[in-house]
């Protein structure tokens, strides 16, 4: 059974190491400059991306 939302993007990252997210994923969280996001290790392995809120990640 697939997610509803499910989204697969690629991101370039820059001579710099910066990884450029997709403008589709940009309006689908909200992420606007300055935002925090971030990317969590799961003990599998998978990496989950997320909007830094006001709380711990």
Do not use: C, W
Not at 19 to 29: E, R, S, V
């Amino acid at each position: 059974m697939g997610r509803k939302n499910e989204f697969k993007f690629l991101a370039t990252v820059s001579d710099r190491g910066q990884i450029f997210i997709p403008k589709a994923l940009q309006n689908y969280f909200h992420i606007n400059n300055r935002d925090k996001v971030a990317f969590v290790v799961e003990d599998d392995g998978k990496v989950v991306f997320k909007k830094k809120g006001g709380g711990s990640v």
